[in-house]
């Protein structure tokens, strides 16, 4: 599986690399991709998102400099913005000997796992998707879209948000849930980078995958 880490990146433009690997997959096979990056300020609602979930008018978003996207992934509406990790597995579940359920829950393992390194305690919770430190703080959002087997999308992990996202959406269709940042809970700050590195490892061990530096030069030529 190939590893591709990029930097700060336009959410647009990520979602049309997603979008190129998945089609070239499905067209020509080749190799299982992971890419790790951040994502300027940005909301996403996915296909069950409604314009209730905005807080804001997409006018005042646009002044606080928040991008807003409809996008076709499962879930509602997730922020995005810098001191979070964001990872977006493109795999082919079949090839994998997973079911869409099992990812879904290998996700949420992949974000406890890595929680656990920097000995925070995270947890999943019946019906609700996504990775917990209590009942009602949420540390990392997935949402995830198949599409004939091949996956796009993926979890964000909140390592030292800048924004508050609760002034902006109704997080994931839950008015009650407040969105924590790992740094708010460990003693000494930590880095994305290590985040970056913990996430990687876990995620191989999960799903039993090997794990290799790439560009995307090679994955969507």
């Given at each position: 599986m190939i590893l591709i880490e990029l930097d700060l990146i336009e959410y647009s433009q990520c979602l049309e690399i997603q979008?190129?690997?998945?089609?070239?997959?499905?067209?020509?096979?080749?190799?299982?991709?992971?890419?790790?990056?951040?994502?300027?300020?940005t909301v996403t609602l996915g296909v069950r998102g409604k314009a209730s979930d905005l807080l804001i008018s997409p006018e005042e978003m646009s002044e606080r400099g928040?991008?807003?996207?409809?996008?076709?992934?499962?879930?509602?509406?997730?922020?995005?913005?810098?001191?979070q990790v964001v990872c977006y597995p493109i795999v082919d579940l079949?090839?994998?000997?997973?079911?869409?359920?099992?990812?879904?829950q290998g996700l949420e393992e992949t974000i406890?796992?890595?929680?656990a390194d920097f000995d925070v305690g995270g947890v999943s919770q019946p019906k609700k998707v996504g990775v917990w430190t209590s009942s009602l703080d949420k540390i990392a959002s997935i949402g995830v879209r198949i599409q004939r087997r091949i996956t796009s999308h993926g979890f964000s992990l909140n390592v030292d948000l800048q924004m508050d996202p609760?002034?902006?959406?109704?997080?994931?269709?839950?008015?009650?849930a407040r969105m924590v940042s790992l740094n708010q809970l460990v003693p000494r700050p930590v880095t994305t980078d290590s985040v970056r590195?913990?996430?990687a490892r876990a995620f191989a061990e999960v799903f039993g995958v090997n794990l290799e530096q790439g560009s995307l030069e090679e994955v969507m030529a």
């Open positions: 979008k190129r690997i998945v089609r070239r997959k499905i067209l020509e096979g080749g190799p299982d991709v992971l890419l790790i990056l951040e994502h300027p300020p928040v991008a807003v996207h409809h996008i076709d992934r499962g879930g509602e509406a997730t922020f995005h913005g810098p001191g079949k090839a994998l000997g997973v079911s869409a359920r099992r990812y879904v406890i796992n890595t929680l609760c002034e902006l959406i109704v997080s994931c269709g839950m008015p009650d590195n913990a996430v």
